[in-house]
Nanobody
Framework: QVQLVESGGGLVQAGASLRLSCAAS????????MAWFRQAPGKEREFVAA???????YVVDSVKGRFTISRDNAKNTVYLQMNSLKSEDTAVYYC???????????????WGQGTQVTVSS
């Protein structure tokens, strides 16, 4: 079992930056690919970015150039650096984990509770 706890969300103005953190515990962090998803009000949850133990990362085109995913394996933590935030980035952001190195497609097995990001225009 893997436990995931997100932090770092908040209310910011458009153009600002936020860094989300997700602390993992319970299993060997190095065996897991980690990802960020988000769900805006009235919309389905969507994939944002993922990274594996080897630091191979994938970020969706809609946020590429503004969002960066990274991980600190020594701290069992994955980060999502979000710059130049826009009102359409407003959502609950979820951290997720799955066993193995795959960073594109597929399902995730473990989920955090989410952290709210609100961007005012």
């Amino acid at each position: 079992q893997v436990q995931l706890v997100e932090s770092g969300g908040g209310l910011v103005q458009a153009g600002a930056s936020l860094r989300l953190s997700c602390a993992a515990s319970g299993r060997t962090f190095s065996n897991y690919a980690m990802a960020w998803f988000r769900q805006a009000p009235g919309k389905e949850r969507e994939f944002v970015a993922a990274i594996n133990w080897y630091h191979t990362a994938y970020v969706v085109d809609s946020v590429k150039g503004r969002f960066t995913i990274s991980r600190d394996n020594a701290k069992n933590t994955v980060y999502l650096q979000m710059n130049s935030l826009k009102s359409e980035d407003t959502a609950v952001y979820y951290c997720a984990a799955r066993l193995g190195p795959r960073v594109v497609g597929g399902e995730y097995d473990y989920w955090g509770q989410g952290t709210q990001v609100t961007v005012s225009s």
